[in-house]
T-cell receptor
């Protein structure tokens, strides 16, 4: 596609439920990132995928968070047993061969 | 520890009133400094990459400059459509971006 696509745009979930967030990167981009943006905070690194290499999961805040990337393209970020502090905008970005990363529009997650 | 600090947090300008946004950084070996624009409810939009001190990049009313310790985003004769949050980031290592908290710019007509 023309840009990074994320779905859903908005998600409201009850505390304790699991959620899945999806990211379609720019076609041909081998690097994919997930970042989290909380109100008044900078973007927080969560996870990085590059081709077939093992992902860098060092930014995942707890074991309730996981992510996978199937076929080197689409990625899913899963949050289990959601908590109110998980409420934030989750941003996906992709890049290919250059340092510049291109972001999607984000998924706004609200845990009530 | 790699770090990025942006100032001011918020800035209100009259249309046509030029100003600058600051991004101070600490990083082990700069591999790139990036400026993004973020509109409400949208993801960050890439503006510029700077690699070495003395480098400058321009786009319309925006000009980004870089020294060994900071970067400036100069806005010349801004218009209301320039209102947005401007984010600065550096590469920490080969792929991890460290972002500042941004400057919220409001340009009044």
């Amino acid at each position: 596609g023309a840009g990074v696509s994320q779905s859903p745009s908005n998600k409201v979930t009850e505390k304790g439920k699991d959620v899945e967030l999806r990211c379609d990167p720019i076609s041909g981009h081998t690097a994919l990132y997930w970042y989290r943006q909380s109100l008044g905070q900078g973007l927080e690194f969560l996870i990085y995928f590059q081709g077939n290499s093992a992902p860098d999961k060092s930014g995942l805040p707890s074991d309730r968070f996981s992510a996978e990337r199937t076929g080197g393209s689409v990625s899913t970020l899963t949050i289990q047993r959601t908590q109110q502090e998980d409420s934030a905008v989750y941003l996906c970005a992709s890049s290919q061969g250059t340092p510049e990363a291109f972001f999607g529009q984000g998924t706004r997650l609200t845990v009530v | 520890e790699d770090q990025v600090t942006q100032s001011p947090e918020a800035l209100r300008l009259q249309e046509g009133e030029s100003s600058s946004l600051n991004c101070s950084y600490t990083v082990s070996g700069l591999r790139g400094l990036f400026w993004y624009r973020q509109d409400p409810g949208k993801g960050p939009e890439f503006l510029f990459t700077l690699y070495s001190a003395g480098e400058e990049k321009e786009k319309e009313r925006l000009k980004a400059t870089l020294t060994k310790k900071e970067s400036f985003l100069h806005i010349t004769a801004p218009k209301p459509e320039d209102s947005a949050t401007y984010l600065c980031a550096v590469l920490s290592g080969t792929y991890k971006y460290i972002f500042g908290t941004g400057t919220r710019l409001k340009v009044l007509a």
